[in-house]
């Protein structure tokens, strides 16, 4: 497993970002390129390639980035308004780094697809 990916040196501090949450265990940034206007990414500190690679003791871990995500769209005041958390898989999912991680979306209605809604 390499824990070398974009994500791993963010949390390092090595690259910069605009890191909006963090425990013991996941860190939270907003996206470089969002797909809504409230677009941040939580990321388990321990290196998880995929979701499909997590194993059976890190379900504490795959859970905590949903609490945390959840957590965090209570704080921002969107929480009740609703949101979107997705976690892509592999390739054919639409992974393209290899860290689990937790996209969660928010701020406006949301398409089908995660991008805001053109109708309501």
């Known amino acids: 497993m390499s824990d070398d990916t974009i994500f791993h040196r963010i949390a390092r501090r090595e690259i ?16 470089i390129a969002p797909q809504a206007p409230v677009h941040v ?14 194993t059976a003791d890190q379900a504490e871990l795959v859970g905590r980035l949903a609490l945390a995500a959840a957590a965090y769209a209570r704080k921002e005041g969107f929480a009740d308004d609703g949101y979107r958390v ?12 290899f860290q689990l991680h937790l996209h969660l979306l928010a701020g406006a209605p949301l398409g089908r697809f995660g991008t805001p809604s053109t109708h309501q």
Request: aromatic share 10%; glycine share 8%.
């Open 16 to 31: 910069p970002a605009d890191i909006v949450y963090e425990d013991d265990h996941v860190f939270a940034f907003r996206d």
């Open 41 to 54: 990414l939580f990321v388990p500190k321990a290196t998880v390639p995929t979701l499909d690679a997590a």
């Open 86 to 97: 997705v976690i892509n898989c592999n390739g054919h999912g639409g992974q393209t780094v």
